[in-house]
């Protein structure tokens, strides 16, 4: 398990630039570097975008905290906490040459991290408001193609493929998920948060393409609500 980061006090009451600033450099010394974060680009680039910004309005006081923050009015999808979006990142070994495909993208947030540190990013999300907003906050990087995605099972991407894919929405039940793994290139590394059925809980892990086979790591255990769209339906029995 993670190291706890020291807690915080959340408040409701407007936050100053500054103050969000020093919440910023707190979370990447606080809750990032104690819980192996070591790639420096990576920890550079979380220390200067804005996460505030990818939040609910409302949740703008959360950005920092060991929590997850909303990213609508409605909470039905949620930034994941710094740490796990940081290890996440870390493990898909991004680089100039890197391929990256960010599905379920929501506001943009960990495309605006990684957006820098590869040579192409695909972000693809299936909420339309999700993707006006993240083409707004993400218009400064002229590396970013957008894909609206119908679904959760959409084919659209098939046609493409990417030597790092990171699932950006915690999920149980994902239709997509097999013909994601067709799209890596040898070698390449999918990153993902995904619930345990033996632990009950959300679990980072990664799918690294070894010829034919798929080599799967766990990470660590996490905390996020599944959206209602990527939980499983129980079955029905008589």
């Keep these: 398990m993670p190291k706890k980061a020291a807690p915080k006090q959340a408040s409701n009451q407007p936050t100053s630039p500054n103050i969000f600033a020093q919440a910023r450099a707190a979370m990447v010394e606080g809750q990032l570097r104690p819980n192996k974060i070591t790639n420096p680009a990576l920890l550079a680039r979380f220390g200067q975008v804005a996460r ?20 609508d009015a409605a909470h039905s999808r949620h930034l994941q906490v710094p740490m796990a979006t940081a290890r996440l990142l870390q493990e898909l070994n991004l680089t100039p040459q890197t391929r990256l495909l960010v599905l379920q993208g929501g506001t943009g947030y960990s495309a605006a991290i990684a957006a820098p540190l590869v040579g192409r990013l695909v972000y693809a999300e ?13 218009k400064s990087y002229p590396n970013i193609a957008y894909q609206s995605i119908q679904s959760n099972s959409d084919t659209a991407l098939l046609a493409h493929y990417f030597n790092a894919i990171l699932i950006d929405t915690p999920f149980e039940h994902l239709p997509i998920f097999q013909s994601l793994t067709t799209m890596l290139d040898e070698g390449g590394i999918l990153a993902a948060t995904r619930l345990n059925s033996n632990t009950g809980l959300p679990t980072l892990f990664t799918l690294t393409k070894r010829g034919k086979k798929l080599i799967e790591k766990d990470i660590t255990e996490t905390k996020i609500p599944i959206p209602t769209a990527y939980q499983a339906t129980p079955a029905f029995h008589f």
Excluded: I, R, V, W
């Design 52 to 71: 505030e910004d990818f939040t609910s309005p409302t949740a703008q006081h959360l950005a920092y905290l060991d929590q997850p923050a909303p990213m």
């Design 126 to 138: 299936s909420d339309e408001t999700m993707l006006k907003s993240a083409q707004n906050l993400l």
